[in-house]
């Protein structure tokens, strides 16, 4: 019993460590929608940075974040890895183009992957709770859930 312990825990941590190196390129849809850069910054640790749009609701507005994500664990199935991410962040985002004020937020995201093992490729989930700390306009909800699904192409 022990000795199969020792050996879930050093596959885990093993798989884990795969799934967190490399650049991942890629397009997050929903709220907030943009482009998504993924940096593995080493074992369990990433930097996501997401530029786009905020939301659709009422137009279009400017928005960036950045997040470090820990990677909690990993599942492995045959032809899918999936890892389970927890991040903190910040994002500015603004009614418009940042010309009449900018908003800034923390943000905690959950997020869930599919990493396919023959291809790569991830296509992931994400919700993320967001406080919003300046609000110039004074037209935002103080609290937020943001969320989405995205992919991204590792090199």
């Known amino acids: 019993m022990r000795k199969a ?39 369990r640790s990433n930097l996501d940075i997401v530029i786009g749009w905020d939301t659709y609701k009422d137009g279009r507005d400017a928005y960036g974040h950045v997040t470090y994500l820990a990677t909690l664990g990993v599942a492995h199935g045959r032809a899918v890895s999936v890892p389970f991410r927890l991040g903190i962040g910040a994002a500015v985002y603004d ?8 908003n800034f937020a923390v943000r905690a ?4 992957g599919l990493k396919f093992h023959n291809a790569p490729i991830e296509l992931y989930g994400e919700i993320a709770i967001k406080l919003t700390l300046i609000d110039d306009n004074n037209n935002n909800d103080d609290v937020d859930l943001d969320g989405g699904i995205g992919f991204r192409v590792y090199f």
Do not use: M, R, Y
Request: hydrophobic letters at 50%.
């Open 95 to 102: 009614d418009g183009s940042f010309d009449n004020g900018v």
């Open 109 to 112: 995201p959950l997020e869930i």
């Open 5 to 43: 312990l020792v050996a879930a825990v050093i596959a885990c941590a093993a798989g884990t460590a795969h799934a967190d190196q490399g650049v991942g390129i890629g397009l997050f849809v929903g709220e907030p929608t943009g482009l998504d850069l993924k940096l593995g910054l080493g074992f």
